[in-house]
């Protein structure tokens, strides 16, 4: 059938946090083409205009959690945070909209509900909850890895009639919790953040967790600006490009030192070394093989409980507050301010689900196996529906029907986690697949759109309209992503990483292992073997169509 509908843009990208600007960006600005970004808050920011709980903050440092496409924002921008605050980031991110001109391009308070591959006409039919039809030659994801809010289902949620908050879906204008009782359900990454702050306003605090951490102390501070001026913005460049060839998206060498090579005293100098000055630097500027490891991980797991024990001053506290269950680094690795100290306050109290499960929410608070709280204001700091929830939030169809949520229901499948089979000329900015959350994101996010934009700019160059990945590469690639998690700790854990925060979610680890630079090194030997595993060319029905007439 001959192709009927034209395109009303080149191209759709969903989402206006780092990766749909960039893209935006990318796309208008370099490659000329014309681009409609649906985004469903009313600015833009992505995670940084959601989460807006007490104590969020980022815990790349500053100055290269950043974009890097324009030398004159990164050398013009002056971070103040070491570890920048949400207000700060989200600063960030609307100076970038407004210097490149980028909100023009944006459709805020608008939801993609839908997109369908109409494979006649080689379109993109993307519907919003508005109602609007958008037709593009490509569609590009930028929903974000950590984008869908995760509130447990647990009995009688509804009926609680106190104040309750997602952490990823804060209320703009803050919460009072002067004198108020509050409970934080969550102990990950939010709720390490958000619990040493709201227990400083609250009248009292009780944390409900199901997991005890390690954390480090990030001894955050404000950015040391000789730092920023002398060592970082002259050498920006140098930077990024170790950043991008690094493990984890950031510009820093891991220790030559084995945990199990020094003694016993000179290792504990090095953690002590490397606690006081806080951060990620506690991993990787002690040992090399702490995240390799299992018996070097024990020292290091070991040493942090001994921190535990040592700031928590009540025994049944630190009995419940020392993590047991899975190495560090295992989960999400988590920096804090004050956490530990939190719970030597009077006005906090500790419940462990693991002994004393919730059983419900009441009109008046919690209730567990061992009696009822009652509280004021629920947080749930309970974490996302990591790297597919939002995808599965859109009806995606592709070729022949294809859904995404039938192809994705064993876990999520992709090649480079750029492109999924039978979803021609869709992208994923940081899909499940690619490094993703487990890198600094700017980076990994900045790469998938140079790799996105330097293909279509090799399509347009060779007349070229349809790009799809081949179900062998995408098969073979996931067993790859697969074969990487096995020899990892990440496997260690019952971890978000796997989706087992989701009742039902399969168990399958999503994201990339093997490392931001390794990745990358990937993408551009598949690039080199002209687009290895993806099929590149013009669609098949307006081939056919002009064969029929004889073109
Ligand atoms: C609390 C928290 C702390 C974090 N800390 C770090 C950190 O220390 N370092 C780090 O590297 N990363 C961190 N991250 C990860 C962070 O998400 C990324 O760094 C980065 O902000 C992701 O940008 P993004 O544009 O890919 O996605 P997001 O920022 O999530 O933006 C996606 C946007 O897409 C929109 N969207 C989704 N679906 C639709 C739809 N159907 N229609 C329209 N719009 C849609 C959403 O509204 C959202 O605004 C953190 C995340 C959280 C939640």
Redesign the pocket.
């Known amino acids: 059938m001959a192709s009927t509908k034209k395109a009303d843009v080149d191209a759709v990208v969903?989402?206006?946090?780092?990766?749909?600007l960039g893209m935006l960006y990318r796309l208008r600005e370099q490659l000329g083409l014309s681009v409609q970004v649906?985004?469903?808050?009313d600015d833009v920011?992505?995670?940084?205009?959601?989460?807006r709980y007490p104590g969020?903050r980022?815990?790349?440092e500053s100055y290269i959690?950043c974009f890097s496409f324009s030398d004159e924002l990164l050398q013009d921008w002056n971070w103040s945070g070491k570890y920048p605050e949400q207000p700060e980031i989200l600063s960030y991110l609307q100076h970038v909209a407004d210097r490149f001109d980028l909100r023009r391009n944006i459709q805020f308070e608008?939801?993609?509900?839908a997109a369908h591959y109409l494979e006649d006409d080689n379109l993109w039919r993307v519907e919003t909850n508005l109602g609007e039809v958008v037709h593009a030659r490509f569609l590009i994801s930028?929903?974000?890895?950590?984008?869908t809010g995760n509130v447990p289902d647990i009995p009688g949620r509804d009926s609680f009639k106190g104040d309750s908050f997602h952490t990823?879906a804060w209320p703009h204008d803050g919460v009072d919790f002067a004198g108020k009782r509050v409970a934080v359900i969550g102990t990950g990454?939010?709720g390490v953040q958000s619990i040493p702050v709201i227990a400083e306003q609250a009248g009292h605090l009780t944390v409900f967790q199901r997991t005890a951490q390690y954390t480090i102390p990030a001894r955050h501070g404000t950015v040391d600006r000789r730092f920023l001026d002398e060592e970082v913005k002259p050498n920006y460049t140098e930077l990024l490009e170790k950043a991008r060839r690094s493990a984890g998206g950031i510009p820093v060498d891991f220790s030559e030192r084995l945990a199990l090579e020094v003694s016993d005293e000179e290792r504990n100098a090095i953690y002590e070394a490397g606690w006081r000055e806080g951060g990620h630097r506690f991993i990787f500027g002690s040992f090399r093989d702490i995240m390799a490891n299992l018996d070097a991980n024990h020292t290091a797991s070991e040493f942090i409980r001994n921190k535990i024990r040592e700031t928590v001053k009540d025994p049944n506290l630190v009995a419940k507050l020392v993590p047991t269950d899975h190495p560090l680094g295992s989960k999400r690795a988590l920096i804090d301010t004050n956490y530990f100290e939190t719970y030597n306050r009077d006005n906090v109290a500790l419940v462990d689900l693991k002994t004393d499960p919730i059983e419900c929410i009441t009109e008046t608070g919690i209730r567990t196996a061992s009696g009822e709280f009652d509280v004021d204001i629920i947080v749930f700091a309970t974490g996302?529906d990591a790297m597919t929830g939002?995808f599965f939030?859109?009806d995606i169809q592709g070729r022949d029907g294809a859904r995404l949520k039938d192809d994705w229901s064993e876990g999520p499948k992709s090649y480079l986690g750029l492109q999924v089979h039978k979803y021609p000329n869709l992208f994923m900015?940081?899909g499940p697949g690619s490094p993703s959350?487990l890198?600094?994101?700017?980076v990994s996010?900045e790469q998938h759109i140079e790799w996105i934009g330097d293909l279509i700019a090799h399509m347009r160059d060779e007349e070229l309209d349809v790009v799809e990945a081949q179900a062998g590469a995408q098969a073979e690639w996931v067993t790859h992503v697969n074969d990487v998690a096995s020899q990892t700790l990440y496997m260690h854990a019952n971890s978000w990483y796997l989706g087992a925060n989701i009742p039902g979610k399969p168990r399958v680890f999503m994201p990339y292992a093997g490392g931001v630079g390794a990745y990358r090194a990937h993408c551009e030997a598949i690039v080199d073997d002209g687009y290895r595993g993806f099929t590149l060319g013009r669609p098949a029905a307006q081939v056919a169509s002009e064969h029929a007439a004889g073109g």
């Open positions: 969903i989402g206006a946090g780092f990766a749909g649906f985004e469903t808050g920011g992505g995670t940084w205009y959601w989460n969020a980022c815990d790349s959690y608008t939801r993609v509900t930028g929903i974000g890895c950590i984008s990823g990454s939010s996302f939002s939030k859109m900015i940081t959350v890198s600094n994101m700017p996010i």
